[in-house]
Every structure is written in structure tokens, then in C-alpha cells.
């Protein structure tokens, strides 16, 4: 399916009555959405005018060129994707937190004044923490195996999802995040760069990593660091689905512990919303994959399905989504396109809560089914109730990074979901708001403060060696 296309068309046209209007009749009758009209510069004999166009496809576009191309007294002079316009040079910078003026400046931040500070570091790492960016900085890292719905794309293609995440970071949490996109995919060489890294940065991100590598890169490293580690496709998910299905049930009036749950996807994110769902007390879950309901009396090979098979479907059932699906209270898809239909919403339970997470395209489409249903939620910006990991990590870590926390275990995860959800206040929720816009300025101060607060009650902080400082900062 083509995506639409924001574009900014930029246009001299004769400076007389009539000729914008005609070039916005062009627009309209090629099925183009007109946004903004900045006028660029004027003169007695011409106007220069930007106009900017979503279009539904490329040829569409190209029908418009070709038409004001046409028009007389008009003359396209350039036609930009605003997409790859917001993309150009990248989206991170880096800049000095401290300025050099002088030979003084000099020596107390390079040498011979830094050495003064590498030596309390190699007398006490912990000091790193105060003493360098690691406090503040996390790695994002991928090898671009399994990036947005695009698949194995490769590290560099990888790349500008990746700034985009760090700009998030930087934006929602005041975090500096540092992009790394290696060239290896075996999960022992990807264990090992990280390894080898991890000095610089008080967190690691793991992001876009295909499943099943995902699991044990993320099992390995968090045993072997003292860091957090924390693969965003799983917890960051699993945190905003809890959350809004929390909210969501309290729409429809049901309980978490009473409702039967089918997940169709058993990757990255099946298996992380399944654990979150199970300890926050949810009963009855079947997982279905490609071959259908995963149980425990065909175990598959797949250590995560595996665990899926001994943790879920507790009734055995069998078949495939459409078959498992009848009578089910909710339905969460972190799978493909289009495997729904209206007919089989209609077997759910009365006022179901459906969950269609996979993007572009949901699971089913919400337009075809939003009157059956008690609440819809996609992946997507463009319906309400966007299940965005955003909401999610920029808090987890900001509260990990606060406390100085050695990992992101379960109870900080579940914690976070219980505070995201607890933001939208009774009074507010309804079917089309069921959780917060991630501009919302009290998503992550809230999210940070319960992930901290977990990291203290489970012993992860760390916090409490630095909280006599005495005033002083001499070391």
C-alpha cells in the first residue's frame, strides 16, 4: 500500500486575479489536500507562492505537476518531499555543554586539568556517573534487522529511525541519546560490541532487533552489565498496551482478571505484552502465530514460543485466529495486515476492545468494525487512542538514569504502564481516550517518578551512593 506524500510545491505565477485560484482548482481536481500557501517573495510583474500538498500516491502527484505545467502565466520551479526535506543532514547534532575562551578554559577542560578527573574515575568508576556525559547519555543500538515494518533494511537504512528515536529522547526526557547501527547481526557479535561500549553510557537501548536474536541479546546483556538494558519493541510496547488496556476495560466495564485476551504475534512484542499481562494479573491469554494458537501440547522449538506454550492458553485451544478469536473480550495484534474481518469482531464478546497495533496497516481496519466495538486502538497517529512507544521509554529511562538503576526489571515495567495509565483521569476517559498524547507534559515526569520508585522498592537504585554529596566537589 503507497503511503501518502507530503509535499511542498513552489510556484511563480503571473501577479493578476484569478491565476492562485486556478492552480488550487488543479490541486482540489487531482485529488490533492492543500495546506498551508506562504508567499515567497512579490514584485509588480510575479508571485512566488509555496504550497503545501498531502497527495495520496505518486502519480497523483505527477498529475498535478503536469497540470499547473500547463496553466499559463504558471511556472513550477520546485517540488519537495517534506519528508526527506526534514531529513536533510541528519536530525542530531553535537554540541560542547562547556566553552572554551581562553588557555584557562583550556586547562581545566582538556589537559592538564582533565587528568585531575580521569584519575578520581580510575580510583572509582561510579564517579563517571557525575563526572562525564554517562549519567545523561544512552546508546541506541541496532543491526537494522527488523526496523519499523520495513524488515532487515540494513544499519545504514536503519540509521534515520534511529536519530529520530534519540531526538524523542532528547526532546520528551532532556536524555542524549547516541545513535549505533552495527554492521553484525549474530547475537554473540552484537553481545560483544555492546560489551565492549557499554563504559560510555549509563543505559543501552536495544531497537528494531529481529526476533528471536532479540531474546537472548537482551537476557545476555542484562546479566552481564550492571547498566540498564532495555529492548524498546518489547517493554516499550508491552508498557502502552497495559496501560491502555487498562483504561480500556474500565471503558466497558470489565476485569483484567475475568477477560479472555487473544494476541496474534508471537515476536518481540507478542511476548513482552504477554508477560506484562500476566503480571498484572491477566488469566486467560492464547497466543497465535502464523500456525495458529501456541500451546503447550505441541511445544514449539523456539525458546520464547516455548515459554509461550507453558505460560498461556490454559484451555488448549485450537486452530487459527479466526477460530480462537470467538468469544474473546480482547484482542491484541502485533502481527500483519488484514487478518480480521467484520465477521469476526461480530464472535467476540459484547463490547470487545480491539487492539489492532500492526503499521502501517492494522490487523483490521478500524472503519469497518468501530461500531462493534467498545474500543478501538491502533498504531497509528491518524486514529485515536495511538498505542506509541514514546509514551513509554522516555520516562522508563529518565527514571532509570535518575536513580543510577543497574537494570530495567519487571516491576519498573509494570509500574510504568500503571502510572501512563493512571494520567488520564476517570472524567476523561472515554472509547476515543484511553491514553495520554505523548505531548502531554505530565507523561514523563510521571512515568520517570513510578520507574524510580520500583527501582528503590526492588533494590536495582543506586542512587543512595551519591546522595551525601556535603556540598563539596572535591575528589
Excluded at 490533492?32 to 510575479?46: Q, T, W
Excluded at 497466543?287 to 490454559?314: F, M, Y
Aim: include cysteine.
Amino acid at each position: 500500500m503507497e503511503r501518502p506524500l507530503n509535499i511542498t510545491i513552489r510556484i511563480q505565477l503571473e501577479n493578476r486575479p484569478g491565476k492562485l485560484a486556478g492552480v488550487l482548482e488543479v490541486i482540489a481536481r487531482a485529488g490533492g489536500n492543500l495546506g498551508a500557501i506562504d508567499l515567497v517573495s512579490a514584485s509588480s510583474n510575479h508571485l512566488v507562492r509555496e504550497l503545501m500538498v498531502s497527495v495520496s500516491n505518486r502519480a497523483s502527484l505527477m498529475e498535478i505537476i503536469a497540470a499547473l505545467d500547463n496553466l499559463p502565466g504558471v511556472q513550477v520551479l520546485h517540488v519537495i518531499d517534506r519528508v526527506f526535506q526534514s531529513h536533510l543532514g541528519g536530525k542530531m547534532e553535537i554540541r560542547a555543554k562547556r566553552d572554551i575562551h581562553s588557555r584557562e578554559d583550556l586547562s581545566l577542560i582538556y589537559t592538564p586539568g582533565v587528568a585531575r578527573v580521569s584519575t578520581a574515575i580510575a580510583g572509582d568508576s561510579e564517579k563517571a556517573y557525575r563526572l562525564t556525559m554517562k549519567g545523561n547519555t544512552v546508546a541506541v543500538i541496532t543491526d537494522g534487522s527488523a526496523v519499523l515494518g520495513l524488515g532487515n533494511i540494513g544499519p545504514e537504512a536503519a540509521l534515520p529511525v534511529m536519530e529520530g528515536k534519540a531526538v524523542l529522547f532528547k526532546k520528551f526526557a532532556g536524555i542524549d541519546a547516541i545513535p549505533i547501527c552495527v554492521n553484525v547481526h549474530e547475537p554473540e557479535k552484537i553481545i560483544d560490541f555492546v560489551l565492549a561500549c557499554a563504559p560510555t553510557f549509563g543505559a543501552i537501548n536495544l531497537e528494531d532487533i529481529a526476533a528471536p536474536g532479540c531474546f537472548e541479546i537482551e537476557e545476555q546483556l542484562t546479566r552481564r552489565l550492571d547498566i540498564p538494558v532495555f529492548h524498546d519493541d518489547q517493554h516499550g510496547t508491552a508498557i502502552v498496551t497495559l496501560a491502555g488496556l487498562i483504561n480500556s476495560l474500565k471503558v466497558v466495564g470489565k476485569q483484567l482478571e475475568a477477560v479472555k485476551i487473544v494476541i496474534s504475534g508471537a515476536g518481540a512484542a507478542g511476548v513482552a505484552i504477554t508477560k506484562i499481562l500476566l503480571d498484572a494479573g491477566a488469566k486467560d491469554i492464547v497466543v497465535c502465530d502464523r500456525k495458529g494458537a501456541i500451546s503447550r501440547d505441541n511445544l514449539p522449538q523456539q525458546p520464547s514460543k516455548r515459554w509461550l506454550a507453558e505460560h498461556t492458553n490454559q484451555h488448549l485451544q485450537k486452530g487459527g485466529l479466526k477460530e480462537v478469536i470467538t468469544g474473546a473480550d480482547v484482542f491484541i495484534g502485533v502481527s500483519s495486515a488484514n487478518l480480521l474481518n467484520r465477521a469476526d469482531i461480530t464472535r467476540m464478546a459484547s463490547k470487545p476492545v480491539v487492539f489492532a497495533l500492526a503499521n502501517p496497516d492494522p490487523e483490521v481496519e478500524p472503519e469497518d468494525v468501530h461500531d462493534l466495538c467498545g474500543v478501538i486502538a491502533t498504531g497509528r497517529s491518524d486514529y485515536p487512542n495511538q498505542i506509541n512507544n514514546a509514551l513509554a521509554f522516555p520516562g522508563v529511562f529518565r527514571g532509570a538514569l535518575d536513580c543510577h538503576a543497574r537494570m530495567i526489571n519487571d516491576s519498573m515495567c509494570l509500574a510504568a504502564a500503571q502510572a501512563l495509565a493512571g494520567i488520564v483521569k476517570p472524567g476523561q476517559m472515554s472509547a476515543e481516550y484511553i491514553i495520554p498524547s505523548i505531548f502531554n507534559e505530565d507523561v514523563c515526569p510521571a512515568v520517570a517518578r513510578a520507574v524510580e520508585n520500583a527501582a528503590r522498592i526492588t533494590g536495582v537504585s543506586r542512587k543512595h551512593l551519591y546522595e551525601k554529596v556535603e556540598g563539596s566537589l572535591l575528589f
